[in-house]
T-cell receptor, first 112, second 114 residues
Framework: DAMVIQNPRYQVTQFGKPVTLSCSQT?????MYWYQQKSSQAPKLLFH???????NEADTPDNFQSRRPNTSFCFLDIRSPGLGDAAMYLC???????????FGQGTRLTVV | AQSVAQPEDQVNVAEGNPLTVKCTYS??????LFWYVQYPNRGLQFLLK??????LVKGSYGFEAEFNKSQTSFHLKKPSALVSDSALYFC????????????FGTGTSLTVIP
């Protein structure tokens, strides 16, 4: 019954070692989002895809990249994780405009 | 630019009492407004939304919210709070002028005291 699935739930990576977080959806939604959320703060939008069109937020660091090989999957790549990148990463999907977003359970990233 | 403000970091309410969690917004176009709830180490769960029509919208778990255009507010309410309502609540806005992005407020931690 799960609709937006994030793997893994918990990820530990070494400082500077590339890491990939994954998200899949069974909703066939056009839009997929990646948010970063630090300790009970507001989720911060990193980027989103509308179908294959990639939309980067102006203040998203270059260290963060994303891939969407097909409608169902979206990946977040952190090329060189720093200690400040430790956070919960949330994936979400939606249809356009007047519909709500559906969130996955999140991946908690720890950088050691 | 679009923004959402939640003026209260923390709201405490006694079980059985009505609760209100405040949200104000600023957008250039027409707002689509949403409320989400988050439990510890979990993703966000959708509660309700305002798109158009009746200013009072009803959502999940007995929550409702009132859209007030003149005050640019969208406060979340519940007539009788439960201990299980204790969680982090986020207001979010989508601006019809800027497309698909959801922007979130800073969140309000609700504690319902038994």
């Amino acid at each position: 019954d799960a609709m937006v699935i994030q793997n893994p739930r918990y990820q530990v990576t070494q400082f500077g070692k590339p890491v990939t977080l994954s998200c899949s959806q069974t909703l066939n939604h056009n839009v997929m989002y990646w948010y970063q959320q630090k300790s009970s703060q507001a989720p911060k939008l990193l980027f989103h895809y509308y179908d294959k069109d990639f939309n980067n937020e102006a203040d998203t660091p270059d260290n963060f990249q994303s891939r969407r090989p097909n409608t169902s999957f979206c990946f977040l790549d952190i090329r060189s994780p720093g200690l400040g990148d430790a956070a919960m990463y949330l994936c979400a999907t939606s249809r356009v405009l007047n519909t709500e977003a559906f969130f996955g359970q999140g991946t908690r990233l720890t950088v050691v | 630019a679009q923004s959402v403000a939640q003026p209260e970091d923390q709201v405490n309410v006694a079980e059985g009492n009505p609760l209100t969690v405040k949200c104000t917004y600023s957008v250039s176009g027409n707002p689509y407004l949403f409320w989400y709830v988050q439990y510890p180490n979990r993703g966000l769960q959708f509660l309700l939304k305002y798109i158009t029509g009746d200013n009072l919208v009803k959502g999940s778990y007995g929550f409702e919210a009132e859209f007030n255009k003149s005050q640019t507010s969208f406060h979340l309410k519940k007539p009788s709070a439960l201990v299980s309502d204790s969680a982090l609540y986020f207001c979010a806005v989508r601006d019809t002028n800027t497309g698909n992005q959801f922007y979130f407020g800073t969140g309000t931690s609700l504690t319902v005291i038994p």
